[in-house]
């Protein structure tokens, strides 16, 4: 389905919708080496991508583009520690970083004594590598992308904010913090994929495609953004 310049794309089922952008991240990532020599992308933790990397790291392992591509980590808890498996960090590692041959994996120390300067130092990253040319992203079920919770308005790039209660529910964390690219990094994106899975994202993927855009929902931003592609399975339109 087209909405706007952007695509709705529904999948029967969660293999189906994972084995399909495994293939199709594969084809974009080679695209734009082909055409500017490497790829910056972001990718997400949380479960929705996991079978995607499951496949990234065993069919397509050995694909020497992976060496042109530099990925960077959206977000981190605030006083996570890398070397443990509760930091994002560790779990992108785990999931692909460790697998395949990166050129570079760009990434957050949650660990960081002074929370700010970690902050600082991510952005100047960010900025330096500049826009993104693909970046997958999961959505919270009160609409955050990465950690850019609802209601927050910032000029930076990567900001450290207050966890809401659903999601540390939902993630069974207690942390209560994270530092997390912003909607002014994600917009800047040339592409991004939206994945939805089950039932439980059902109201907030209608709220963002077809609510008001509004910092209430971050992810209606996305009705903003002209190569944003939302790739979502029958259970999160409630169909089961
Ligand atoms: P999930 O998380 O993939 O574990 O549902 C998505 C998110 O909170 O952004």
């Known amino acids: ?44 933790t949380g479960n929705t991508p996991q079978k995607i990397y499951e496949l990234l790291r065993t069919d397509y392992k050995d694909d020497p583009v ?13 006083d996570a520690d890398p070397l ?53 992203l999961g959505i919270g079920r009160n609409g955050h992308l990465a950690f850019h919770e609802p209601g927050i308005k910032t ?18 964390v207690n942390f209560s913090q994270a530092f997390t690219l912003t909607l002014n990094t994600i917009l800047k994106a040339e592409e991004i994929i939206l994945l939805a899975s089950g039932e439980r994202k059902k109201e907030i993927i209608q709220k963002a495609i077809l609510g008001a855009v509004s910092l209430d929902v971050p992810a209606s931003y996305l009705q903003t953004h002209n190569q944003t592609h939302i790739f979502f399975d029958r259970s999160a339109t409630g169909e089961g």
């Open 84 to 136: 443990l498996p509760e930091s994002f960090h560790y779990q992108l590692k785990e999931a692909l970083v460790n697998h395949v041959k990166l050129k570079r994996f760009i990434s957050l120390n949650g660990k960081a004594e002074d929370k700010e300067k970690e902050r600082k130092r991510y952005e100047e990253e960010i900025k330096n590598l500049g826009a993104l040319d693909l970046l997958l």
């Open 155 to 172: 000029s930076n790039l990567v900001e450290i904010v207050n966890l809401s209660k659903e999601t540390k529910e939902d993630n069974r």
């Open 66 to 78: 992976w060496e042109k591509v530099t990925l960077v980590q959206l977000d981190e808890y605030v």
């Open 1 to 44: 389905v087209k909405l706007g310049k952007n695509f709705l794309v529904l999948f029967s089922d969660d293999r189906f919708l994972s084995v399909s952008s495994a293939e199709l991240i594969m084809e974009k990532i080679r695209k734009i080496v082909e055409k500017k020599g490497e790829a910056k992308i972001g990718l997400p």
